[in-house]
């Protein structure tokens, strides 16, 4: 028979990991609801707010610190796919029963409004399965670099934060990058909006890694870190590259 003591030790840890599954749902439904917030507000706000929480910066710094925050390297891979797997089932689930954009344009009712609303959502769903499958990969790096940065030695903490930061400020330096480079003609309004949006998503991702380095409260090889960081700011580059043409596909 277990004793009392070793009872009581089981209800803690079953109290504490039904604590850990709330905050980590609550997580994954508020950044999904957030991201929606963000599509049906007036441009003027929603300028503002989409790199703050619908561009891939913010999701993936969401990934970045549940991972920090999980207990273990493969917690820290699960808490990451689960997070941002619960936040696009979120998101496309407003898009498919509150917002309902994929009806546009469709009039009808009965057996021809569903043929005419068809495509819209067979469109809906071909963006939830990338972006579940995005949610992934995402979620498992991100989670994992989380932790790493946590727990790491000096040297393994400095290549996860530069890899981190690097991936984190990918969608905004793409854009930069598009803008500065590809485009080099004047720069328009809405250039203008992108570029603010892409500074805000750098600027987020430099200062959260850089308080999730000072949380570890242990150093790091800074010579390491701004390498790491320089290579993967190139990979985000090009993973958004990739990112942009396959949702040009969609």
């Not at 929603?46 to 703050?52: D, I, K, Q, V």
């Not at 009712?109 to 769903?125: D, I, R, W």
Request: glycine share 10%.
């Amino acid at each position: 028979m277990p004793s009392g003591h070793l009872i009581d030790v089981a209800a803690g840890n079953r109290a504490t990991l039904r604590r850990a599954a709330l905050f980590y749902a609550l997580a994954g439904v508020t950044l999904g609801v957030a991201a929606f917030v963000a599509d049906v507000v007036p441009f003027e706000v929603a300028r503002f707010l989409t790199p703050l929480v619908s561009s891939g910066s913010a999701w993936g710094l969401v990934a970045l610190v549940v991972g920090y925050l999980a207990w273990s390297h493969r917690s820290a891979a699960v808490v990451g796919v689960g997070v941002l797997a619960l936040s696009t089932v979120t998101y496309y689930a407003l898009i498919l029963f509150v917002s309902r954009r994929w009806l546009a344009g469709v009039q009808a009712s009965g057996v021809e409004g569903a043929v005419l609303a068809l495509p819209g959502l067979v469109s809906v769903a071909r963006a939830a399965a990338f972006w579940l499958v995005a949610s992934v990969g995402a979620g498992v790096v991100m989670g994992w670099l989380g932790q790493a940065v946590r727990r790491g030695s000096a040297r393994f903490a400095s290549v996860a934060s530069g890899t981190a930061l690097g991936l984190l400020s990918g969608e905004g330096a793409y854009a930069i990058f598009q803008i500065v480079v590809v485009w080099g003609g004047p720069v328009n309004p809405w250039q203008l909006d992108r570029l603010l949006s892409a500074g805000t998503q750098v600027c987020l991702a430099v200062v959260a890694v850089s308080v999730l380095v000072w949380l570890r409260r242990r150093s790091i090889l800074w010579w390491v870190f701004p390498v790491t960081a320089s290579a993967s700011v190139a990979a985000g580059i090009l993973s958004w590259h990739l990112v942009d043409s396959a949702r040009m596909v969609l």
